[in-house]
């Protein structure tokens, strides 16, 4: 084992397969930095190079992507406040409130050696567990898989926040969400309402995007002034690297988990850093300001995410079952250069398997050099007022929400989610939670229908359920006394008034009102088919039915009263603008799209935007709108995206890049 991982040491540190590793590092460090793209896209980007590829340069290359977007995503999350990919939500929660208070520095700096040190302990794991990973992962059956993505759902006890009915009604929001679509017990359709959109139900991209982007952006719009008033970086790099120090049990802890939930086909690595947050919330005695600015709340996301990857490697490899979305463009790879993967990939082919761990942990020491180097630069981004950074964000959050399934209909679906987030976080309505439901809503429907199915009522009592069900039980009980969202307080806040109190239940009724069509829209469907929407919306109304209760009956200092707008930081500052000019902004840019064509719409909404709103000279509107096309159209070039078409473009025909 040991010359064969030296070996396959000696074998990558070779000028080419080193340069081509570098490659691989660049491009994802772009993509990572890019809100919304992930590793699909990227992947997607590379595949089409590798043919006629040596297999292990190719490899140093995919891997060297693969490993540094969790690094790189970091900025958006922290800098912006926008995810960076579905990687890196959890990090959002405190990174960017770190950002605004000028600590900029220190939450990167924590992030870097976080993921650094995620990616090492992924790597080294892989190394020694890829011998006998095949037979542990055998272990975990339909029915251990159902109950790990009830134990993912148990986070959302630490993020139900002040009023725990909000965060478990947002939780079965998002279950109920996520069940939109095709049944995966039989086929039918659910909530689709005629709409061919809603076939495959609403992409992960979008409400990502929709629920964390959105709301911040509009938020930023409103105060008229840049992310961080303050140094953005000063000297925080080496109380960052002081605080990983601190709290180096949580990293090596967070890192397992991540390794674990990587490991496990089908789970995905949306929720891996949900719940090394929940987990970080769950196990912090001393001084919690989760929500607030917590440099905890950094590391363990950051932890587990990179470590993620090597875990994801090991089904992928072994049995040639992607352990996520990236992992699945992955194995294409694999294929596309001639290496089988299967039990030989720890027999015949060791020596490749060993060149991927050993890309895995250069690569993770290259990105956080990399990022380190162009923190920077990049960082003074935060200075910038913001209304000029305001449309080259919308332009890309819009640009990656339609990679989804390239049609206006992401737009239309990124604007509705956005409006639905922009009022949870108004209201103090954890929007973690629903995304935790929405992300795990299939895995636990699609192993719930095959536990029932092999094993009948029976799965309940197999060991292994019953050892993840205390686990899960564990998991509520310590969520329940720790619990944050993404407000940052547990309640006592005063954040209620009549007019503020009606709207207030006006929204919670709005949210039982879909979980009441979801129940109608089920009664139709098969055992099958119904049994989940059937349940959760069920559950959904009677938390809805308490939080109305409290909403109605309770008094002004209730802990589920909250209302940004009347507790915000921005209430009595001056120069405040409109509650929905981000919205609108955004709208008017669908509506654009929907008329022109994206590409064209991009162009007037830019000029529209920095005339009417930023107040810019023409000088400036032109240099900015030809900046922002210029590097749209080239990133679409090398993506060979079409761009949404317009009533104009479907009527005349335009070519390719105006279509």
Same mark, same amino acid.
């Given at each position: 084992?040991? !010359?064969?991982?030296?070996?396959?040491?000696?074998?990558?540190?070779?000028?080419?397969?080193?340069?081509?590793?570098?490659?691989?590092?660049?491009?994802?460090?772009?993509?990572?930095?890019?809100?919304?793209?992930?590793?699909?896209?990227?992947?997607?980007?590379?595949?089409?190079?590798?043919?006629?590829?040596?297999?292990?340069?190719?490899?140093?290359?995919?891997?060297?992507?693969?490993?540094?977007?969790?690094?790189?995503?970091?900025?958006?999350?922290?800098?912006?406040?926008?995810?960076?990919?579905?990687?890196?939500?959890?990090?959002?929660?405190?990174?960017?409130?770190?950002?605004?208070?000028?600590?900029?520095?220190?939450?990167?700096?924590?992030?870097?050696?976080?993921?650094?040190?995620?990616?090492?302990?992924?790597?080294?794991?892989?190394?020694?567990?890829?011998?006998?990973?095949?037979?542990?992962?055998?272990?975990?059956?339909?029915?251990?898989?159902?109950?790990?993505?009830?134990?993912?759902?148990?986070?959302?006890?630490?993020?139900?926040?002040?009023?725990?009915?909000?965060?478990?009604?947002?939780?079965?929001?998002?279950?109920?969400?996520?069940?939109?679509?095709?049944?995966?017990?039989?086929?039918?359709?659910?909530?689709?309402?005629?709409?061919?959109?809603?076939?495959?139900?609403?992409?992960?991209?979008?409400?990502?995007?929709?629920?964390?982007?959105?709301?911040?952006?509009?938020?930023?719009?409103?105060?008229?002034?840049?992310?961080?008033?303050?140094?953005?970086?000063?000297?925080?790099?080496?109380?960052?690297?002081? !605080?990983?120090?601190?709290?180096?049990?949580?990293?090596?802890?967070?890192?397992?988990?991540?390794?674990?939930?990587?490991?496990?086909?089908?789970?995905?690595?949306?929720?891996?850093?949900?719940?090394?947050?929940?987990?970080?919330?769950?196990?912090?005695?001393?001084?919690?300001?989760?929500?607030?600015?917590?440099?905890?709340?950094?590391?363990?996301?950051?932890?587990?995410?990179?470590?993620?990857?090597?875990?994801?490697?090991?089904?992928?490899?072994?049995?040639?079952?992607?352990?996520?979305?990236?992992?699945?463009?992955?194995?294409?790879?694999?294929?596309?250069?001639?290496?089988?993967?299967?039990?030989?990939?720890?027999?015949?082919?060791?020596?490749?398997?060993?060149?991927?761990?050993?890309?895995?942990?250069?690569?993770?020491?290259?990105?956080?050099?990399?990022?380190?180097?162009?923190?920077?630069?990049?960082?003074?981004?935060?200075?910038?007022?913001?209304?000029?950074?305001?449309?080259?964000?919308?332009?890309?959050?819009?640009?990656?929400?339609?990679?989804?399934?390239?049609?206006?209909?992401?737009?239309?679906?990124?604007?509705?989610?956005?409006?639905?987030?922009?009022?949870?976080?108004?209201?103090?309505?954890?929007?973690?939670?629903?995304?935790?439901?929405?992300?795990?809503?299939?895995?636990?429907?699609?192993?719930?229908?095959?536990?029932?199915?092999?094993?009948?009522?029976?799965?309940?009592?197999?060991?292994?359920?019953?050892?993840?069900?205390?686990?899960?039980?564990?998991?509520?009980?310590?969520?329940?006394?720790?619990?944050? !969202?993404?407000?940052?307080?547990?309640?006592?806040?005063?954040?209620?008034?009549?007019?503020?109190?009606?709207?207030?239940?006006?929204?919670?009724?709005?949210?039982?009102?879909?979980?009441?069509?979801?129940?109608?829209?089920?009664?139709?469907?098969?055992?099958?088919?119904?049994?989940?929407?059937?349940?959760?919306?069920?559950?959904?109304?009677?938390?809805?039915?308490?939080?109305?209760?409290?909403?109605?009956?309770?008094?002004?200092?209730?802990?589920?009263?909250? !209302?940004?707008?009347?507790?915000?930081?921005?209430?009595?500052?001056?120069?405040?603008?409109?509650?929905?000019?981000?919205?609108?902004?955004?709208?008017?840019?669908?509506?654009?799209?929907?008329?022109?064509?994206?590409?064209?719409?991009?162009?007037?909404?830019?000029?529209?935007?920095?005339?009417?709103?930023?107040?810019?000279?023409?000088?400036?509107?032109?240099?900015?709108?030809?900046?922002?096309?210029?590097?749209?159209?080239?990133?679409?070039?090398?993506?060979?995206?079409?761009?949404?078409?317009?009533?104009?473009?479907?009527?005349?025909?335009?070519?390719?890049?105006?279509?």
């Amino acid at each position: 084992m040991i !010359d064969t991982l030296l070996s396959a040491l000696a074998t990558l540190l070779t000028f080419q397969h080193m340069a081509y590793m570098l490659l691989g590092v660049s491009v994802g460090l772009t993509i990572g930095v890019i809100p919304g793209l992930g590793g699909i896209a990227g992947l997607s980007l590379l595949v089409p190079f590798l043919y006629g590829m040596d297999p292990i340069s190719a490899l140093g290359m995919l891997i060297g992507l693969v490993a540094v977007i969790p690094t790189s995503d970091t900025f958006a999350s922290v800098l912006m406040g926008i995810p960076g990919s579905s990687a890196s939500q959890a990090t959002v929660l405190d990174g960017f409130p770190l950002a605004k208070q000028g600590q900029a520095a220190r939450a990167l700096s924590a992030a870097f050696i976080s993921s650094l040190f995620g990616g090492i302990v992924g790597a080294v794991i892989l190394t020694f567990f890829v011998l006998i990973a095949r037979p542990l992962i055998l272990l975990f059956g339909s029915a251990e898989l159902f109950m790990l993505a009830l134990f993912g759902l148990s986070m959302v006890a630490v993020l139900a926040g002040r009023s725990l009915p909000k965060g478990l009604a947002a939780a079965v929001i998002g279950l109920l969400i996520g069940s939109i679509g095709a049944a995966p017990a039989t086929g039918e359709f659910r909530m689709i309402f005629g709409t061919e959109y809603l076939y495959d139900g609403i992409p992960l991209v979008i409400i990502g995007l929709g629920l964390f982007a959105i709301p911040e952006i509009s938020d930023l719009l409103r105060k008229n002034a840049s992310i961080s008033e303050r140094n953005v970086l000063g000297s925080g790099w080496l109380q960052g690297l002081r !605080d990983w120090w601190a709290n180096l049990f949580l990293s090596i802890r967070c890192s397992g988990i991540g390794c674990m939930i990587g490991a496990i086909p089908g789970l995905g690595g949306s929720v891996v850093d949900w719940i090394a947050y929940g987990h970080a919330v769950q196990t912090t005695r001393d001084n919690p300001n989760f929500g607030n600015g917590d440099i905890r709340g950094v590391i363990a996301p950051e932890s587990a995410n990179n470590a993620m990857q090597g875990g994801a490697l090991l089904p992928t490899m072994l049995f040639g079952i992607p352990g996520s979305g990236s992992m699945a463009v992955f194995l294409g790879g694999m294929v596309l250069i001639g290496i089988e993967p299967g039990p030989s990939m720890v027999g015949p082919d060791l020596n490749i398997t060993y060149s991927i761990i050993w890309s895995l942990a250069i690569a993770n020491i290259m990105g956080a050099g990399i990022c380190m180097m162009l923190a920077q630069p990049i960082s003074r981004l935060t200075e910038i007022p913001f209304h000029y950074l305001a449309p080259f964000m919308i332009a890309l959050i819009c640009f990656a929400a339609f990679q989804a399934t390239r049609d206006l209909s992401d737009l239309v679906a990124l604007l509705a989610i956005g409006v639905v987030g922009i009022l949870m976080k108004r209201f103090g309505w954890p929007r973690p939670a629903l995304l935790i439901g929405f992300v795990l809503a299939p895995q636990a429907e699609t192993f719930f229908y095959q536990a029932l199915q092999f094993n009948g009522w029976g799965f309940l009592v197999r060991p292994g359920v019953l050892i993840i069900a205390a686990m899960t039980l564990a998991s509520v009980y310590f969520g329940l006394k720790n619990r944050v !969202d993404d407000t940052g307080t547990t309640g006592g806040v005063v954040a209620t008034s009549r007019t503020s109190r009606t709207i207030q239940i006006g929204f919670a009724l709005a949210m039982m009102a879909f979980f009441a069509v979801a129940l109608w829209d089920a009664i139709d469907k098969s055992f099958l088919g119904a049994v989940f929407p059937l349940g959760v919306g069920v559950v959904g109304l009677v938390f809805g039915l308490i939080l109305l209760v409290h909403l109605w009956r309770g008094h002004e200092d209730h802990p589920a009263f909250y !209302d940004y707008e009347i507790v915000g930081d921005h209430v009595g500052q001056s120069g405040n603008s409109w509650f929905w000019t981000g919205p609108a902004w955004i709208a008017g840019l669908v509506v654009a799209t929907a008329v022109a064509g994206f590409y064209i719409a991009m162009i007037l909404f830019f000029v529209a935007f920095l005339k009417l709103r930023a107040k810019a000279t023409w000088l400036m509107t032109g240099v900015l709108t030809l900046a922002a096309a210029g590097f749209i159209l080239g990133l679409a070039y090398m993506l060979s995206l079409n761009f949404p078409s317009g009533w104009l473009q479907n009527t005349y025909d335009l070519p390719w890049p105006i279509r």
